[in-house]
């Protein structure tokens, strides 16, 4: 099946412990994405990248790091949590601009 | 600051009704648009994408695109209490990179009631 999985679903950590959200697609989508959702601010769009070693910045990078060593994989780091980072989160890969993601089904994080 | 806008919603519609949702965006020199279906604790899934002017129609979903007035809208025909649901627009923003970034706009939030 087609799909984009990331893990773990849910997290509660505390403020500065380092982690790790991991994404993997099984589509071989050159574009892959990281999304938070929160209340009233819809869908913002963390970091995106364009094939394996070629990573941009979105609209709220800060906070985060990102790594693409393979295409399949595109995890996002959070090298210290802080509660303003209490989100939803989104992995979302395409096969090419303009064709429209494929979303993972969400991390629910909550830093404490 | 680039935006898409959406009416927030709640959009009741009785069944078999059309929905007809929209979204207006800031950037002219966007190119692709997308309409997202996201259920109420799930991920968004991909209903439609437009390119050109016109209308596009796949099943009961057709989207319009007027790009002259920066417009983009869904209708939903004969609708059912399962397309109850939060609906996001999504638009490409050219920028100055070669990736055209997608900024999703808030959502609207339908609900078909029986």
């Known amino acids: 099946e087609a799909q984009v999985t990331q893990n773990p679903r849910y997290l509660i950590t505390v403020t500065g412990k380092k982690l790790t959200v991991t994404c993997s697609q099984n589509?071989?989508?050159?574009?892959m994405s990281w999304y938070r959702q929160d209340p009233g601010l819809g869908l913002r769009q963390i970091y995106y990248?364009?094939?394996?070693?070629?990573?941009d910045k979105g609209d709220v990078p800060e906070g985060y790091k990102v790594s693409r060593k393979e295409k399949r994989n595109f995890p996002l780091i959070l090298e210290s949590p802080s509660p303003n980072q209490t989100s939803l989160y989104f992995c979302a890969s395409s096969v090419q601009e303009g064709y429209g993601y494929t979303f993972g089904s969400g991390t629910r994080l909550t830093v404490v | 600051q680039k935006e898409v806008e959406q009416n927030s919603g709640p959009l009741s519609v009785p069944e078999g009704a059309i929905a007809s949702l929209n979204c207006t965006y800031s950037d002219r020199g966007s190119q692709s648009f997308f309409w997202y279906r996201q259920y109420s604790g799930k991920s968004p899934e991909l209903i439609m994408f437009i390119y050109s002017n016109g209308d596009k129609e796949d099943g009961r979903f057709t989207a319009q695109l007027n790009k002259a007035s920066q417009y983009v809208s869904l209708l939903i025909r004969d609708s059912q209490p399962s397309d109850s649901a939060t609906y996001l627009c999504?638009?490409?923003?050219?920028?100055?990179?070669?990736?055209?970034?997608?900024?999703f706009g808030p959502g609207t939030s339908l609900s078909v009631i029986p």
């Open positions: 589509m071989n989508h050159e574009y």
């Open positions: 999504a638009v490409t923003d050219p920028g100055s990179t070669s990736y055209d970034k997608v900024i």
């Open positions: 990248s364009m094939n394996v070693e070629v990573t």
